[in-house]
């Protein structure tokens, strides 16, 4: 019976939005009852939002990319709020579908995006989905993380002691993975069965924290951000 009840309770949403507008249409939209969903705090400033995600422990934070300091101000929310290490899931909440903009919403802690010009049904199924532990990411939104991951530099997979998190061979199907190969080009490439890659696979899984290849491409992104930052003088 427990058990059930928890599954009918709403996922409890703050939201970080453009205006008092949006926040009140936001707030008229999601009603627990018909949606599953609960907004228990809506703000327009970044100083704000952070002390309303402390009082409440949402957990769910859809985070607008502008707010009222500025444009680009809820990217720097998404990074202090990645830093905070909450239990909270993060969505962002994109005007352009430009790549950039969708690609530095992931790497700076998103779990998903969402565009303004999508059905409001859209953002409801992404945080349904974002809270269950998923990532949102459609096709084209992978397309560019794949890219971008393999622009970036090479990927070290260590803690913050500097101890290695992988071997070598995990290393090398991590990397292959995130580049978008299949178990099947894996395989091929390292001379091993898909079995094996598979076992490779979970372990690597495991080590990392992740459960699907797409968050595997967003811990390596986050990864890769993290070393160049530490790289620079």
Not at 4 to 29: D, G, I, K
Not at 127 to 148: C, F, K, M, T
Not at 175 to 185: I, P
Request: charged share 25%; with cysteine.
């Amino acid at each position: 019976m427990q058990n059930t009840q928890q599954s009918r309770s709403p996922v409890n949403v703050l939201f970080a939005e453009a205006s008092f507008l949006h926040c009140q249409m936001v707030e008229n939209v999601f009603r627990p009852k018909r949606t599953g969903i609960a907004v228990v705090a809506c703000s327009v400033d970044s100083r704000n939002a952070i002390a309303l995600l402390k009082q409440h422990a949402p957990d769910v934070v859809v985070v607008s990319a502008r707010l009222r300091e500025g444009p680009l101000e809820g990217y720097r929310l998404l990074r202090e709020l990645h830093t905070l290490q909450s239990k909270t899931r993060i969505v962002m909440l994109l005007d352009s579908r430009e790549r950039d903009l969708v690609i530095d919403a992931f790497r700076c802690g998103a779990h998903g995006v969402v565009f303004r010009d999508e059905p409001v049904e859209t953002l409801g199924k992404c945080i349904r989905v974002v809270h269950s532990g998923q990532v949102w990411a459609d096709s084209e939104n992978l397309g560019y993380l794949l890219e971008a991951f393999k622009r970036a530099m090479p990927l070290r997979f260590e803690d913050s002691n500097g101890a290695k998190l992988l071997t070598r061979r995990e290393r090398d199907v991590a990397r292959l993975v995130a580049e978008g190969l299949t178990n099947r080009d894996i395989s091929k490439q390292l001379g091993l069965s898909e079995h094996t890659i598979r076992n490779y696979l979970l372990k690597v899984f495991d080590k990392l924290g992740v459960s699907t290849r797409v968050e595997l491409v967003l811990y390596c992104l986050q990864e890769r951000q993290r070393t160049g930052a530490e790289s620079q003088p």
